[in-house]
Structures are given as C-alpha cells and as structure tokens.
C-alpha cells in the first residue's frame, strides 16, 4: 500500500460518510427517519436493494468461489427475477396499502400481537447475526492480508456504519449506497479489464474464456436432481425463489428500501430494475474470478492464498512437509504453463486432457497443503482459516494492481460492508422500535421520542454487530455462511407470510405454535445435514403451512369465533 493508494482508501470512505450525514441530519418524525420522508426515487430503490444484499462477502469470496468451482454458483441467484415479480404484485401492494413501517406489523393486522412479535423476532436474530459477518468478513481478510489488527478493523468499519446510519436513518442508508454501488461498480470493471489486459499478449478474452472451459470453470447449468449439488438450476429456481421472496418479501433490511419509496409504482421499479441487473452483476462478479483463475494459469499462484496460514507452518515441525509441496507446486504451474501455450496455439482434446490432469493434481498438492496447515495450527494452538477462497481476490489486488487502484478496490470491498451493514442496522432499529418498543413496551410517546429510540437502538445493534464481528470464527466460505443462516429462518418467515396472504381460515394460534414447530425441525434439518441448505427454505415454508393448516383443523371454532 503506497501513500496514493491510503489517500485514495481513506478519503472515498470518509466523503461517503460525511455526505451522508449532511444531507440527511436532522429527521424529527418516524416517517422521515424510519421511511425517508417517501421520497426516494426507482432508481434509488434499485441500488440500495442491490447494495444491501452485495456486502463486502459478495466482492470477496464471490471471485474466490468461481477461482475453485466454476460459474455454477450463479444458480443460486436464477429465482431472483421470479422472486421480483411476485413481490411487486402481491407483497408491495398490500404494504403500501396498509402503510406500514415493517413488515411485521402486517402479520398483527391479520394474526396477533404473538405472532407478529415471534417473526420481529426471528428476523432480529437471523439478521443480527449477519451483521457481524458483514463487518468481519471484510476485517478478518484484511487484518491478514494487510497485518492490521482485527478488532481494530471490525471497530473502524462497525463506528464509520454508525456515524451516517444513526444521523441520518433511512434516507441516509439509501443516500450513501447510491454512491458505495457507483465505486463498487467502477473497481470491478476497472480489475476486469487490468486482468485481461496482464493475460500474455496471444491471449485475448476468448482464449481465456477456451482455457477456463478446457478446467471444467465455464459449467453454469445443471439440470441434474442430484441433491448432493449444492448449486444446480432446479436448487435455484426453486430453494432459490423461496430464498429471495422470503429476503425481499420479508426481510426488513431490504423490505425498508423499497417502503421508502414515493409512489407504489417507484417501489415496484425499483425491485424490478434490481431483478433485471442482479443476475448479470453477479455473473460478471463471478467472470473477475475466472479471470483471475487464468490469469495464475500464466503467473504462479502461491499454494495457500492465506499469508497468515503460511506465517503460522514456517515456525511449526511441519515446515519442511511444506516446502516440499510447494516446490511440487512449483513443478506442476511449469509444466502446466508449457501445455497451455500450445493448447492455445493448436487447441486440442489430448491438451485439454492433459491440461484437466495437471489442475487436478493441483488441486490435490493444495488439498494436502491444507492438510499441513491444520496439523501446523494444532501443533502451535493457534486458529487459522485453512479454506483460502475468500483470500484469491484480495491476494491479486495487492500483488498486482498498480498504485492508487489498490486503494480503490479496498475502498469497494469497504463500501460494500458499510453499505450492507447500514441496512442491517437501520432495519434492526425501525424493527426493534416500531414492531417491539413502541407497540410492546412504551407506546404512546412524540415522534421525537421514536426517532431518538430508533438511533440509540441504531447504536446499540452496531455495538452488538462489533462484538459479533470480534468473537466471529470464519466458516467454509462467507458467501456461503450468510446464506445458510438466512436459509434456516427463511423459509419459515415466508410460509408465515404466505398463510397470511392466502389461507384465510388458519388463524393466529395454529400458526403461532406452526412457526415455533417448524423452527426447531428446520434448525435440527440443518445441523444434521438433511439437505443442501437451499433447500431449507422450500422446506421450512411448506412445513409452516401444512403444520398450521393441520392445527387449525384441530380447532375450528378459532375459526368461527373470529369470523362470527
């Protein structure tokens, strides 16, 4: 990191910050800070879903995933565009209709109070847990990338998500991401086009896009039912659209984007200008890694991307276990290197075998190397994240950008986490106040009073998300774990919602008890592995609705006494 590239760093994410707080200081009603006053415009709306949900996890460990596996994971995101539609037509209509500030209070309109706060509730715990994740994951990359202390970056990015979040509310939230999305879109275009051009001079992008193939990277569908495949088309379009309804249906994070909005129709623009780019954003997010993956076809890649993994086996009994397999490492990428350039010379079957043969044994040098570290980690007590996918993108930023984009595309992984974690905030707060505090604990009281809970409860979700982030312990993939924690709540939130909207004769008891049910099967189905976590969100709606509807038909005086 030179001095251009810290002015660069520091200076994007303090003018983000401080234009933040001053164009929206000083909101004195609920309505101007929960909802932004209704004002924010489709294309406001479309950005500020799109960057609360593309967190600093998206920009990291989105390349890193398609540098191991491939472009399959964009299949996660095939339900999206469904997803908008039905939102826009069923779920919008009725919260614009209702006015309300939360989701939640839907749910008191058609069930009851128990109802409605169980689901507040649920959200609050899914979502503030993955508050912390979106601080630390960015932290912890950088803390051993860069050798920054960890707390210290978890506090810097969490007080920084305050400051703007607790000033200005929602508008502040929207107002900013706004500008986070338009340097999160130039970096990447930006690292894009650099890859492209570092590839040797006969290998232009459809000769990268033949090698990619030629290693199994270029495999976006499969239509297979095998649900041992994380990532299949059908795990998309179906575990993938429950998944999306339920966070952009339900989810208050982004549920409070689209409220702000000035007219029903702005709010459906929004969502569906969101649905149209999301897809091709994450396929090109997903493309960078790729990119990256050809461009260490031609440059030797270390054998471990974490530098804080090979810190830890150099002062281990394990150290020359290592270094024999790097230098295997060494010998693979030369030899690798040489069929390569004659594959892309004279394209071939018998190169591409032999091409798929050497990456393989790779991949198999790397899986011992982590086998090395782990036993080097126990060996010294120490934790270390031996899974490097969330370490590729930011290893090529700093060996290989040139000075000043170094400190631009830190500054997009930055945003990112501010961005997406001002949401989580400012959702946690409204949630906590409009759908808890005011309607359970102290109602009654001035605006001004809501307004100022809603900040201090800002705050106290930010502290908490820092401490989440600081006592946080990295999982396979953080991409990965975001989505497996809204998985397991998910499905259940959504078959709430879907009982409200379309089975009129379960009431408010069966599906108080359904949910709570529901919950504890859903959470023992993921801790005992039943099915790709997907899948969890199909599960759980489905389980919620025939629980409730089961229950309901035990008790169908609920149903008389509230109709008569």
């Given amino acids: 990191m030179t001095t251009l590239d810290w002015i660069i760093l520091i200076g994007t994410l303090l003018t983000i910050v401080g234009y933040g707080t001053y164009k929206t200081r000083g909101s004195k009603n609920v309505q101007d800070y929960i909802r932004g006053g209704n004002q924010a415009q489709w294309w406001t709306i479309g950005l500020s879903v799109m960057a609360t949900q593309a967190s600093a996890i998206t920009f990291l460990s989105t390349p890193g995933q398609a540098f191991n ?27 614009h209709k209702l006015k309300v500030y939360t989701a939640y209070e839907f749910l008191e309109n058609r069930f009851d109070l128990k ?92 000769n990268a896009l033949e090698i990619a193939a030629a290693n199994n990277k270029m495999n976006i569908l499969d239509f297979s039912f095998n649900l041992e495949n994380r990532y299949t088309f059908w795990s998309g379009i179906i575990g993938g659209t429950f998944l999306m309804l339920s966070y952009f249906g339900t989810d208050q994070s982004q549920v409070q984007r689209y ?65 024999t397999l790097e230098a295997e490492h060494h010998k693979l990428f030369n030899q690798k290197k040489e069929i390569l350039n004659a594959y892309t010379n004279a394209p ?15 991949k ?35 060996n290989n950008l040139p000075r000043g984009l170094i400190g631009l595309l830190l500054a997009v992984i930055l945003s990112a986490a501010m961005s997406s974690t001002a949401s989580e905030l400012n959702a946690l707060a409204s949630t906590t106040t409009i759908d808890l505090y005011k309607r359970s604990i102290s109602p009654n009281q001035t605006e001004l009073h809501y307004v100022k809970a809603t900040k201090w409860f800002t705050f106290g979700w930010g502290i908490l998300a820092i401490c989440i982030a600081c006592v946080a312990y990295l999982a396979d993939n953080l991409i990965q774990l975001v989505n497996i924690i809204g998985s397991v709540f998910y499905g259940n939130v959504l078959g709430i919602f879907l009982l409200a909207f379309f089975f009129k004769r379960v009431q408010a008891n069966a599906v108080f008890i359904g949910a709570l049910i529901t919950q504890a099967i859903v959470i023992l189905g993921w801790y005992q592995d039943w099915m790709p976590y997907l899948w969890l969100n199909l599960f759980g709606c489905i389980l919620v609705i025939v629980i409730a509807s089961v229950l309901q038909l035990f008790n169908p005086k609920n149903y008389e006494n509230t109709n008569s």
């Fill in 115 to 206: 109802t409605r706060s169980l689901t507040a509730g649920l959200f609050l715990i899914q979502r503030g847990l993955a508050a912390g994740i979106t601080i630390y994951a960015p932290a912890i990359i950088l803390s051993a990338v860069l050798g920054w202390s960890l707390n210290q970056l978890n506090i810097i990015i969490g007080i920084l998500v305050i400051i703007y979040t607790v000033s200005g509310g929602t508008k502040a939230v929207s107002v900013t991401q706004k500008h986070q999305m338009a340097v999160i879109f130039t970096g990447m275009f930006i690292a894009f086009f650099l890859i492209l051009s570092y590839l040797p001079e006969n290998i232009n992008f459809t």
């Fill in 348 to 362: 071939s079957s018998d190169l591409k075998a032999e091409i798929t043969a050497l990456n393989t044994a790779e």
């Fill in 364 to 398: 198999s040098n790397r899986n011992e190397a982590k086998i090395v570290l782990e036993k080097a980690a126990n060996e010294q007590l120490v934790k270390i994240e031996t899974n490097d996918k969330d370490y590729v993108f930011i290893h090529f930023i700093l």
């Fill in 259 to 323: 409220l702000s909005g000035k007219s029903l129709k702005e709010m459906q623009l929004g969502l569906i200008f969101n649905g149209i780019l999301k897809v091709p954003m994450q396929f090109f997010i997903l493309l960078v890694g790729v990119m990256v993956f050809v461009f260490y076809q031609f440059n030797e890649a270390p054998i471990h991307f974490n530098p804080h993994a090979k810190t830890v086996v150099a002062s281990s009994s394990f150290a020359e276990e290592f270094n």
């Fill in 69 to 95: 596996d491939g472009m399959g994971f964009v299949q996660f995101y095939f339900g999206l565009p469904i997803a908008m539609i039905i939102i826009c037509m069923v779920f919008i209509p009725l919260y």
